[in-house]
């Protein structure tokens, strides 16, 4: 999910998050570690993924207030949407080993893409890579 708060982050939106695990940390967002209803009381979308349960408090809370929701699979569809050729990669093993090598060819032809990882690659030492708008690589999680 931090590789997409970062991409929602450098097009001007404001992020915050939920995270139960203490050492997420994110230099740009708010990081909650707990799942409190308040959390979501000032958020314009709510963004989840198959790991949050139906009864997750700051789920029923966005439902209550009406706040849009949308799950993370369906968000990468709609940034997807962005770019003019999407290279997505899935499987249950070897995602972020196979984005970072196709994205490597791409690089080294000069294409320039917008990169999505799963894991923090060492060459870019982030997990997102901002490229132009021809082409995005992106690790299609199994959910």
């Given amino acids: 999910m931090s590789a997409l708060a970062k991409l929602l982050h450098s097009q001007g939106n404001i992020i915050t998050g939920s995270d139960i695990t203490p ?3 994110l230099d740009f967002a708010t990081v909650f570690h707990d799942h409190n ?3 979501v009381k000032p958020a314009d979308v ?10 997750n408090p700051e789920l029923l809370e ?5 706040k849009k929701i949308i799950s993370r ?3 990468l569809g709609e940034i997807s949407r962005n770019y003019k050729n999407v290279i997505a990669i899935s499987g249950m093993h070897g995602k972020s080993t196979t984005t ?6 791409f690089l080294r032809a000069g294409k320039n893409p917008t990169i999505h990882l799963g894991a923090v690659s060492k060459k870019f030492n ?12 992106t690790e299609a999680c199994e959910y």
Wanted: a neutral charge; proline letters at 2%.
């Fill in 23 to 25: 050492t997420t940390k």
């Fill in 37 to 39: 209803p308040q959390n």
């Fill in 46 to 55: 709510v963004v989840f993924n198959n790991a949050i349960d139906s009864n």
């Fill in 62 to 66: 966005a439902k209550k207030l009406g």
């Fill in 73 to 75: 699979g369906d968000l």
């Fill in 100 to 105: 970072e090598m196709i994205a490597e060819v």
């Fill in 126 to 137: 982030s997990n997102l890579f901002i490229g132009r708008k021809d082409y995005f690589i």
